[in-house]
């Protein structure tokens, strides 16, 4: 399965509701999952499931989506929000999307 | 406390092998299916292996297949991944993680990593 991004970098401002794009070449049935990863530091793990919030993610993260096309949206931009974001099926990740503030 | 700690990791001149390890702590370690993904420096994740709880399934992506080896202690929580033959595209953090128990091949828990530098 290939998994593309967009945008590859968001240039954004603090409180500003940022919207990342993911899309597969083939349907996935709504098993796509989100992961955050800041600098130096280890992926995180946001959305599962296009839209399930794991446990201690604050709830300005969401995600929708199906078939090819699926969302992370991030409301009112927080400092600790600069990341690089990926989503992921199976064993894809897609190339990752940088948020700078 | 729920963790997974890698080592292991280290500079190696080309043609050479690595061990490196995984030693996990504060759950049921053997139930869980356990994966090792790398990251070349500046780029994005790549799936390395996995292998199911009491090394009953492990599979390779294409990149390593033919060089690792994935394996598993239950007895003492840790994983492994032996790569012989390195090469420099196999530069990069290797980090530890865990498969989530009931979601298909989700990573859900990440170890800190452990630095691979392949280098003459």
């Known amino acids: 399965i290939q998994m593309t991004q967009y945008p590859l970098l968001l240039s954004t401002s603090l409180g500003d509701r940022v919207t990342i794009t993911c899309r597969t070449s083939r349907d996935i049935r709504g098993n796509l999952a989100w992961y955050q990863q800041r600098p130096g530091r280890a992926p995180n793990l946001l959305i599962y499931s296009t839209s399930t919030l794991q446990s201690g993610v604050p709830s300005r993260f969401s995600g929708s989506g199906s078939g090819t096309e699926y969302t992370l949206t991030i409301t009112s931009l927080q400092a600790e929000d600069a990341a690089t974001y990926y989503c992921h099926q199976l064993q894809t990740f897609g190339p990752g999307t940088t948020v700078d503030i | 406390q729920v963790r997974l700690v890698e080592s292991g990791g280290a500079l190696v001149k080309p043609g050479g092998s690595l061990r490196l390890s995984c030693v996990a702590s504060g759950f049921a370690f053997s139930e869980y299916y356990m994966t090792w993904i790398r990251q070349a420096p500046g780029r994005g994740l790549e799936w390395i292996s996995h292998i199911s709880g009491r090394s009953i399934f492990e599979d390779y992506g294409d990149s390593v297949k033919g060089r690792a080896t994935i394996s598993r202690d239950d007895a003492k929580n840790s994983v492994y991944l032996q790569i012989n033959n390195l090469r420099a595209d196999d530069t990069g953090m290797y980090y530890c993680?865990?498969?989530?128990?009931?979601?298909?091949?989700?990573?859900?828990?990440w170890g800190q990593g452990t630095l691979v530098t392949v280098s003459s």
């Open positions: 993680v865990r498969l989530h128990l009931r979601q298909l091949m989700l990573p859900d828990l």
